[in-house]
């Protein structure tokens, strides 16, 4: 492993669109890695400014917390930019299929499933609420979850629109984050990060 594994971020501009509606959002792309490789953790927007970001480090994978559009929509540029699979959870393949109609991810996402890069594992947590599909990874050797809009800095993600379910949405966290040590430090998809103790109040009951 060269230079300390670590996880850095990726702002990236661009919209979301669903259920007829479209919104302007800066959503935070992640490299987990090391000096020499990394994984991406949702390709949001600008495939070549991510690619920038890697720096000509080895790409192991191009992981999709879940599908909406604004979490996808360079997914598909930039593995060919970088030769990396891309990875998401069957339950959001219909989501994908929306804005890639033409290409399938390489790759499923599975609960439990570990993802190894520069040395240290990612356990992918299926946390389903904010789309069916939704995914989490959590890096323990990092002290860190990313959890792409399940839970923000201020609690739960939105949910409301297609393929999403509040009830399952809260489940999910209180059953798989908030069960992590508090100190761990969430990366979200949009926003600043968080710790686990910080969201423990903002999640409702079920």
Excluded at 32 to 37: A, M
Excluded at 120 to 130: A, K, N, R, S, Y
Excluded at 137 to 165: K, Q, W
Aim: net charge negative; proline share 6%; aromatic share 6%.
């Amino acid at each position: 492993m060269n230079g300390a594994a670590r996880a850095e971020r990726v702002v990236t501009a661009g919209t979301f669109s669903l259920d007829g509606e479209t919104f302007d959002v800066d959503n935070n792309v992640w490299l987990v890695g090391d000096d020499d490789e990394v994984l991406i953790v949702d390709a949001a927007h600008d495939a070549r400014r991510v690619h920038e970001a890697v720096a000509g480090r080895y790409v192991t994978a191009i992981v999709c917390t879940h599908a909406h559009d604004d979490h996808i929509d360079a997914a598909a540029e930039l593995s060919v930019l970088t030769g990396a699979p891309v990875l998401l959870h069957p339950d959001d393949f219909e989501l994908w299929s929306h804005t890639h109609p033409g290409r399938k991810p390489d790759g499923e996402l599975s609960d439990g499933r570990v993802l190894t890069v520069a040395g240290i594992e990612l356990q992918v947590l299926h946390t389903p609420g904010h789309t069916w599909g939704s995914c989490s990874l959590y890096a323990p050797f990092l002290n860190a979850v990313f959890t792409g809009d399940t839970l923000f800095h201020g609690g739960p993600g939105a949910t409301g629109r297609s393929y999403s379910d509040r009830p399952a949405i809260v489940a999910s966290i209180r059953n798989r984050l908030l069960t992590l040590p508090g100190d761990t430090v969430v990366h979200t998809g949009h926003g600043q990060d968080t710790t686990i103790a910080a969201e423990r109040p903002n999640v409702p009951a079920p």
